[in-house]
Structure formats: structure tokens, C-alpha cells
């Protein structure tokens, strides 16, 4: 399996935010290409080390990293980037991570 992890800043507006990620983002990534399941985080978000101020983290499963590399090239995948910038305008307000995981 191959997770993309996506860190969200606490927004400006929160509510605008949540529209437009639960009513927009959402159903457009669950479109997506080999994406096997979709997860958000909920409420508070807590770290020792990192940001204090993270608000939501998005957790798109599939089953490698090339799926994800084929998802993201294909043209919902580039909507998809596309409107991650209408969450997020600047590089500072998200963090990504993709990686692949195995059990231990």
C-alpha cells in the first residue's frame, strides 16, 4: 500500500474551508484513479514537534506510489492539484508527504 498525506493549516476562514473541502475537494479526489479509501482527520489536531497550528490532515490510500503517480497525472488528478491551491494558496499553509508503508 502507498499513502499521500496532506497537512493543512488552520485556515482564515474556517467555515469557507470546510465548504469547500467536504463539498468540492472530496468528491473530486474520490474520483481519482486507484484511490482506495479517503480519510480526514478530526478535531483537535495535536503535535509535539510540529505545527501548532494544523487543522486538517487528509489521508488518500492506494496501492503504490506509482498509483498515486498515475492518479495525479491523469486529468482528475489535475484538477485535483489545481484545487488543493484554492485550499491552500501558499506552499507555507500545506504539507505533503507521499510515501509507500508495509506492516511490521
Known amino acids: 500500500m502507498a499513502r499521500m498525506i496532506v497537512i493543512y493549516r488552520t485556515p482564515q476562514d474556517r467555515k469557507a474551508f470546510d465548504k469547500h473541502y467536504f463539498e468540492v475537494h472530496i468528491p473530486l479526489a474520490k474520483l481519482l484513479p486507484g484511490l482506495r479509501k479517503y480519510e480526514v482527520s478530526t478535531s483537535p489536531i495535536i503535535s509535539p514537534v510540529g505545527w501548532k497550528d494544523a487543522y486538517l490532515v487528509g489521508t488518500l490510500h492506494f ?7 498515475t492518479a495525479f497525472a491523469s486529468e482528475c488528478g489535475r484538477a485535483c492539484a489545481a484545487d488543493r ?9 500545506v504539507q505533503m508527504y507521499l510515501f509507500d508503508d508495509r506492516e511490521v
Open 85 to 93: 491551491r484554492i485550499l491552500a494558496p501558499s506552499e507555507v499553509d
Open 63 to 69: 496501492d503504490s506510489l506509482d498509483a498515486i503517480k
